[in-house]
């Protein structure tokens, strides 16, 4: 299957603080979705982008689709301890390996 | 609006036996696709339905197989269980036509844990 890279595996940072994670592929993606996955529940879509070098916000989130369609990353501004989960990124119905965050208040 | 339904949310099973888990996608979804959540793999498709068909498979052996039925909801077996197969199966709904069928929006239920023992 499709591979999909997410990078850092893991984060612990202090409330306050941005976030920025990023996800590579061995393949070509038309779209580049990113999800968050609290504990006991199943992923929930955040942001998505549709063409290459869009940059799309929803709230304090920013997503950027990289230029060769390969690669995208997520930023999270001002963290608050509500957005501790795994963050994953996904290309149809591929998805990364998920980044882990922690936020410490 | 409903979201998606996943039956039942845990279960016990015995190497060798086999299982069926069910969704029921959001109203008016069309497309149901399946994944295995483990620690280890992270999210791994397994298959996506549309209108009853099987329209796009994963990388999992025969022993993993799904179905759609007529009103959307789907289900998937799984046979001669494995230690292994210990996991949350996924499943996620989306409309599955025009825009939607290649940009993946999926919207999850909260899974089926299944331990084998």
């Known amino acids: 299957g499709q591979q999909l890279n997410q990078s850092p595996q893991s984060m612990f940072i202090q409330e306050g603080e941005d976030v920025s994670m990023n996800c590579t592929s061995s393949?070509?993606?038309?779209?580049w979705l990113w999800y968050k996955q609290e504990p006991g529940e199943g992923p929930v879509l955040l942001i998505a982008l549709y063409k290459a070098g869009e940059l799309t916000s929803n709230g304090r989130l920013t997503a950027q689709f990289g230029i060769t369609r390969k690669d995208s990353f997520l930023n999270i501004s001002a963290s608050i301890p509500s957005d501790v989960g795994i963050y994953f990124c996904a290309g149809q119905f591929y998805f990364g390996t998920g980044t882990s965050l922690t936020v410490i208040p | 609006k409903a979201g998606v339904t996943q039956t039942p949310r845990y279960l016990i099973k015995t190497r060798g036996q086999q299982v069926t888990l069910s969704c029921s996608p959001i109203?008016?979804?069309?497309?149901v696709s399946w994944y295995q959540q483990t620690p280890g793999q992270g999210l791994q498709f397994l298959f996506e339905y549309f209108s009853e068909t099987q329209r796009n498979k994963g990388n999992f052996p025969g022993r993993f197989s799904g179905r759609q039925f007529s009103n959307s909801r789907s289900e998937m077996n799984v046979s001669t269980l494995e230690l292994g197969d210990s996991a949350l199966y996924l499943c996620?709904?989306?409309?599955?036509?025009?825009?939607?069928?290649?940009?993946?929006?999926?919207?999850f239920g909260e899974g089926s844990r299944l331990t084998v023992l």
């Open positions: 109203s008016g979804h069309r497309s």
């Open positions: 996620a709904s989306s409309l599955g036509q025009g825009r939607s069928r290649d940009t993946g929006e999926l919207f």
């Open positions: 393949s070509i993606f038309n779209t």
